[in-house]
Nanobody, 120 residues
Framework: VQLQASGGGLVQTGGSLMLSCAVS????????MGWYRQFPGKQRELVAT???????NYGDSVKGRFTISRDNIKNTVYLQMNSLKFEDTAVYYC???????????????WGQGTLVTVSS
């Protein structure tokens, strides 16, 4: 099982980016999916999570600007980021709780991280 994130890059202040993260492998079920970010020298912090039944949770600093969504057929989670600020510059990681086929227990997986740079 792997999580493959994409969509990071360089954007100007006020601009938008969409991140994607696809789960690959043989999976029985995907539960919560989400995005976290990490600033240099800091711990990862919550950006947004989305449960399998549609409940969302956002970090305070991104509320009203970022939107998380998912495609349960494609096992993909998205993060639409609007009104980007310089302080959103970070490495963004996707995360998922899922049940691999054959293991029958929930495990937590991380993607490889994608860099988002917002120029001031």
């Amino acid at each position: 099982v792997q999580l493959q994130a994409s969509g990071g890059g360089l954007v100007q202040t006020g601009g938008s980016l969409m991140l994607s993260c696809a789960v690959s492998g043989t999976i029985f079920r995907v539960d919560d999916m989400g995005w976290y970010r990490q600033f240099p020298g800091k711990q990862r912090e919550l950006v947004a999570t989305l449960s399998s039944d549609g409940k969302t949770n956002y970090g305070d600093s991104v509320k009203g600007r970022f939107t998380i969504s998912r495609d349960n057929i494609k096992n993909t989670v998205y993060l639409q980021m609007n009104s980007l600020k310089f302080e959103d510059t970070a490495v963004y990681y996707c995360n998922a709780d899922l049940v691999p086929l054959g293991l029958w227990t929930v495990r937590n997986y991380w993607g490889q991280g994608t860099l988002v740079t917002v120029s001031s």
